[in-house]
């Protein structure tokens, strides 16, 4: 289950389409990513916690927006 394939992501663990162009709201951790060298739990609990919090970032953001 170690391999390069998956989703293309920057150092936040958002998404980024096959131009390089971020998706906005979506982020992808863990065995999901593609690109990464390592695997297993410490990958999953470092990007899910980097994905977690920057989404909630986005929310903030958005809802800030809307105020």
């Known amino acids: 289950h170690d391999s390069y394939t998956g989703l293309r992501t920057d ?3 958002q998404v980024r389409d096959m131009q390089g162009r971020l998706i906005p709201g979506l982020f992808a951790a863990g065995e999901t990513q593609g690109g990464i060298k ?3 739990l410490g990958r999953c609990i470092v990007t899910g916690y980097i994905a977690g919090k920057e989404a909630a970032k986005a929310v903030l953001a958005a809802v800030a927006a809307h105020r």
Do not use: A
């Open 11 to 13: 150092t936040n663990c």
């Open 38 to 40: 390592s695997h297993g």
